[in-house]
């Protein structure tokens, strides 16, 4: 393509935060920075000036920052961050205090709220003081088994206002799946709703708590949040209470924000799990509260106007990463539920009831809304939205094409990638830049991402190879808990590359200095030894108007590798020779011969994460008979069985 799908206006450039800091950052260290190129090469060689500069355009409120922004900036892992500073993650974002929304809250079509700064801040203070209460302090651990409600972030607030470290998963989890988490982590508190709603049905959480609870001995107390229910039913749990009652004899008082070691413990998150225990990885309060921060004021252009939405769950870092909203002073939009409930135009409901200005998705729900062809352009107001963003997985080209075809001509669409391991991003969008199809606009500031080939060595343009990143960064993880050597998190992401890291992803740098990811490296298919990612695969199969999705494997076989594809169809339609013939063909003249698939086949399901990615490894373990570690880390498990032993995979 010779021209961008969207370019920003000379006006929208001009009064961007990211121009006045480029600008305020030439000024400051006397630089030439004529544009955001210049900018970002800036920011990952001089790594220092950067985070310090950033840190004070964004007001960081501190006791101090110190006077040491980067010590041992030369090992990875161990370079450690603005090691004098000190700071309260939770006040940071705590940033307003009036009657204006904070938080926007719906639960499907059943529950509509509103909680105002103000609001936020007493609920804040009551929580703190309940949590202090129950002997909580710096280090311990609080778990949250919630939906993504206002009482959910209010929860999480208290907890780290305090020193204390946040740890949560959605409420559809299993008992192994929150066993394999909180057993590790070992909460203190745990948060909980009374139930959540999913395709318009109410489901109950107190009985798979009481469940869980048996094997979480550190839990010594329970606080039920009320969502399907004014008050509810608190009795069946031991040391449980409603918040109602949790908080009852703390007044809304000010808040005396203690300031902790900017890189104290803020979250435990989980990796997927779906090759065994979820690894528990560690983020720091600084550096989590700096680089989100950064990409919702700098990136996303956010500030006290903006209503941000992301679709998410609380076991999804999406949440953690919306919630970093609250330090631009902007507005947070939340939902629960179904994004398909009551129809596939809810989600686009909301946003024009509410007037939304970032609305952030996954990339399957945007190739869902267009197979379904839905066309709010057409039906909805969107003229409030100036930025849409997507990830979980690649957005392919012909997603865009949906975007500003049927949903908005005039939108940055922010294709973003990163990850739970940084809990944040490599790669994002850009307010300064155009957005060319199937790209990602630009890496982030501060992050000095490469591509790197076969060899370890930096690859040309447009050349596929391993996401690196040759500079330490504020947000890489503490460590893993339980980790006490760090070998686990050494041999995650240093390991293939000494002092580097790397991420795990297939990618390619455009000519416009964009990106395009092409799946995990660890699921890259690899015939003959010519690599490819899967989602170029997908690109070319789920372009049929007939197939629903897809999920391609590398099968071993006859001492190499063969592609078996495997199709979802849409209701009432079959995969008939003549649809295999047209895909291979497609496959082969937009691909490579070496990847047409040697066998397809039919499925009426394909296995998931629970924040909704679908997991190749977990399919390519069972073609090749291997047991499955962790079935919990699935959000549909069952689908599986349809790939055990395929007579169509035996010749």
């Known amino acids: 393509m010779t021209e961008p799908l969207w370019t920003p206006t000379p006006k929208a450039i001009a009064d961007s935060n990211m121009t006045k800091f480029r600008e305020a950052c030439a000024a400051r260290w006397s630089v030439d920075l004529p544009d955001y190129d210049a900018l970002w090469q800036w920011s990952v060689t001089e790594v220092e000036k950067f985070w310090d500069s950033f840190w004070d355009f964004a007001g960081v409120k501190a006791e101090t920052k110190g006077s040491r922004i980067l010590v041992d900036g030369d090992k990875m892992p161990g370079a450690k961050f603005f090691p004098d500073a000190k700071i309260n993650f939770a006040e940071n974002l705590l940033s307003r205090r009036d009657d204006s929304d904070a938080l926007v809250f719906r639960a499907e079509d059943k529950v509509q709220r509103r909680m105002s700064w103000r609001e936020l801040y007493d609920l804040v203070s009551k929580l703190r003081q309940a949590l202090a209460a129950q002997g909580v302090s710096q280090g311990d651990r609080v778990a949250g088994f919630v939906p993504n409600m206002p009482e959910t972030i209010a929860a999480m607030l208290a907890t780290t206002s305090l020193g204390a470290i946040w740890t949560s998963c959605s409420p559809d989890f299993g008992l192994q799946g929150v066993l394999d988490r909180f057993g590790q982590s070992e909460p203190k508190v745990l948060f909980t709703a009374d139930g959540y709603f999913y395709n318009g049905k109410g489901h109950e959480s107190l009985p798979r708590v009481r469940e869980f609870l048996t094997y979480l001995p550190s839990v010594k107390k329970v606080v039920v949040l009320p969502l399907l229910h004014d008050t509810p039913d608190c009795e069946m749990i031991l040391d449980a209470q409603s918040l109602a009652d949790f908080i009852a004899d703390f007044p809304a008082e000010e808040i005396n924000f203690p300031r902790f070691d900017f890189n104290i413990p803020l979250y435990i998150m989980y990796s997927s799990g779906t090759t065994g225990k979820p690894k528990c990885i560690t983020h720091g309060a600084g550096g989590t509260l700096l680089n989100q921060w950064k990409e919702h004021l700098l990136h996303c252009d956010a500030g006290p106007k903006d209503r941000t939405f992301y679709f998410t769950t609380c076991g999804w870092m999406m949440w953690n990463w919306l919630v970093a909203g609250l330090a631009c002073g902007s507005t947070l939009e939340l939902y629960d539920g179904s994004p398909f409930y009551p129809s596939g135009n809810v989600l686009f409901d909301f946003a024009a009831e509410e007037k939304w200005t970032i609305f952030g998705t996954s990339a399957k729900w945007i190739d869902a809304c267009a197979k379904a062809d839905l066309k709010p352009r057409e039906t909805h107001d969107l003229s409030s939205m100036r930025v849409m963003c997507s990830t979980g997985s690649p957005l392919v080209p012909e997603s865009f094409d949906y975007v500003y075809r049927d949903v908005k001509a005039d939108v940055q669409l922010s294709s973003i990638s990163g990850g739970t391991d940084i809990v944040s991003c490599f790669m994002l969008g850009n307010p300064v830049k155009p957005v060319w199809r199937g790209e990602i606009q630009s890496p982030g500031l501060g992050m000095a991402v490469q591509v790197y080939d076969d060899e370890g060595k930096p690859a040309a343009t447009g050349e596929q190879g391993e996401l690196v990143c040759v500079k330490p960064f504020p947000c890489m993880p503490v460590g893993f808990w339980g980790d006490e050597t760090g070998?686990?998190?050494?041999?995650?992401?240093?390991?293939?590359?000494?002092?580097?890291?790397?991420?795990?992803?297939?990618?390619?740098?455009?000519?416009?200095?964009?990106?395009?990811?092409?799946?995990?490296?660890?699921?890259?298919?690899?015939?003959?030894?010519?690599r490819i990612g899967t989602a170029e695969i997908y690109r070319q199969v789920e372009?049929?108007?007939?197939?629903?999705?897809?999920?391609?494997?590398?099968?071993?076989?006859?001492?190499?590798?063969?592609?078996?594809?495997?199709?979802?169809?849409?209701?009432?339609?079959?995969?008939t020779d003549d649809l295999i013939t047209a895909i291979k063909k497609r496959i082969r003249t937009n691909c490579t011969p070496r990847h047409v698939p040697a066998k397809v086949i039919a499925v009426t399901d394909i296995p998931r994460t629970r924040s909704g990615k679908i997991t190749e490894l977990a399919v390519r373990d069972v073609v090749h008979g291997r047991a499955i570690k962790n079935q919990e880390a699935l959000a549909n498990p069952e689908a599986l069985e349809q790939y055990k032993d395929l007579p169509e995979l035996q010749d």
């Open 487 to 530: 070998e686990r998190y050494h041999a995650a992401y240093f390991e293939k590359y000494p002092n580097i890291w790397t991420h795990g992803d297939f990618i390619a740098q455009s000519d416009h200095h964009g990106f395009t990811v092409y799946g995990r490296s660890d699921a890259t298919l690899n015939p003959g030894g010519v």
């Open 543 to 575: 372009s049929f108007p007939d197939v629903l999705e897809s999920i391609v494997i590398g099968q071993n076989w006859d001492n190499d590798t063969r592609v078996v594809l495997f199709v979802r169809m849409k209701d009432g339609q079959k995969l």
